[in-house]
Structures are given as C-alpha cells and as structure tokens.
C-alpha cells in the first residue's frame, strides 16, 4: 500500500482534460516539494513536474502540477493519444526517511 | 547531454548479492548540486525508491530493505553501484538508476534482474 494516494485509472477522450489527484500527509507532501512522472509502456519514467508545478525544458504546457496541504494535482489538457501511459507522484516522507511514490495512474485516451 | 546507464547481471540466484553499475556521462559525479538514485519497478507495479549516495559518499537507503543494501560511488571512473544481499524472487524488477535534486531529472533506461524463485 502506497504512502500517496492516486486514482488507479482514469480515461478520457482525445482534447477532453483529466485531472489526476495525489493524496498524502503532513510528513509528506504536506512538507515537502512534488513531482510527477510520465511513464510510457516499456519505457523509463520521465520527469514531467517538479517543485509542485515546475515544468522541465520541452513538457508542453498542456501539462500542469498544483498543491494544496497534502495533496497534489496533476492536469492534463488537449489529452492526445500519446499521453497513454502511467503518472507517478513522488515526494520525500520525513517520518520514514524515505523517497514516496504513488501506485500509479494509468492514463487511457478513448 | 547526460546520460545514464546501467549494467550488470540479469539474473541473479536465490540468497546471491546483486550488484548494478550505472556510469554517467555528460555531467561530474562530484558535481554537489545532485546525489544519485537507485530506484525500482516490479514486473507490472509501481516505483520503489532503493536509496541515494552523495558526492561525498554518505548514503541513504529504504529501511524498507533492511541491511541488505549498499550504494557506493566513485567519482574518478564517474559511475555508481548499487550492491543488494541475499536475493529472493521479491527483489525481481527493473532497475532504474537516477539524478537526484529536488526530483529525479534524468534517469537511466532501466535493466532487468530475475531472481528465480
């Protein structure tokens, strides 16, 4: 069972938004700076949010990251097909003194 | 253009030591903006943070795996190991190794051990 929280799957249709929710708590997210990370089929994850709503040079800005208290949110806009793949959130737990991921969202487009 | 990669062993035996190299090019391990992660996937589950080693060698690892791991570094040959003891069919999962700030910014394409169950 993960630390943070996420929906396991959400779909949409292409150009529709989808909103993906990352939950934890004070010793995490509440505290501390949240990534997200892209993670196509077969592929290594990749950094899409950083410092809660950051992007890095070349994630389109389709792509958004938000935090309020001890959740985080991802949003995607102009949802294409290419943006099929698993979402992480990560962040650091000063109680277990460990790097946090979420389960997972697995991003289908209709 | 940084770039990781990582190498070593894909399958390893039951009760053996699995040991993971991830040599860097594009940027100085003793670089002290960044530490370096080691960071793995099971076969269809999600992300589990091994550990991280700083320029200066310190260390820190998943109480999660106990004493079983060691991550060393050395910055003359610009590259990073990751060392796990006493293997079983649990630890079975790509092995990503990272860079680490306030995110992990680059990582490397990941390789696959089995430990046989």
């Known amino acids: 069972q993960s630390v943070l929280t996420q929906p396991p799957s959400m779909s949409a249709a292409p150009g529709q938004k989808v909103t993906i929710s990352c939950s934890g708590s004070?010793?995490?997210?509440?505290?501390?700076?949240v990534s997200w990370y892209q993670q196509l089929p077969g592929t290594a994850p990749k950094l899409l949010i950083y410092?809660?709503?950051k992007r890095p040079s070349g994630i389109p800005d389709r792509f958004s990251g938000s935090k309020s208290g001890t959740s985080a949110t991802l949003g995607i806009t102009g949802l294409q097909t290419g943006d099929e793949a698993n979402y992480y959130c990560?962040?650091?737990?000063?109680?277990?003194?460990?790097?946090?991921f979420g389960a997972g969202t697995k991003v289908t487009v209709l | 253009q940084l770039q990781l990669q990582e190498s070593g062993p894909g399958l390893v035996k039951p009760s053996e030591t699995l040991s993971l190299t991830c040599s860097v090019s594009?940027?100085?391990?003793?670089?002290?903006?960044?530490?370096w992660a080691w960071i793995r996937q099971p076969p269809g589950k999600g992300l589990e943070w091994v550990g991280s080693?700083?320029?200066?060698?310190?260390?820190y690892y998943n109480p999660s795996l106990n004493s079983r791991v060691t991550i060393s570094i050395d910055k003359s040959k610009n590259y990073f190991t990751l060392r796990l003891t006493s293997v079983a069919a649990a630890d079975t999962a790509v092995y990503y190794c990272?860079?680490?700030?306030?995110?992990?910014?680059?990582w490397g394409q990941g390789t696959l051990v089995t430990v046989p169950s």
């Open positions: 990272a860079r680490g700030s306030s995110r992990f910014d680059s």
């Open positions: 594009g940027v100085s391990l003793s670089n002290t903006d960044y530490y």
């Open positions: 080693v700083y320029f200066n060698g310190n260390a």
């Open positions: 004070s010793s995490n997210i509440g505290k501390n700076y």
């Open positions: 410092e809660n709503n």
């Open positions: 990560g962040t650091w737990d000063n109680s277990l003194s460990v790097e946090v």
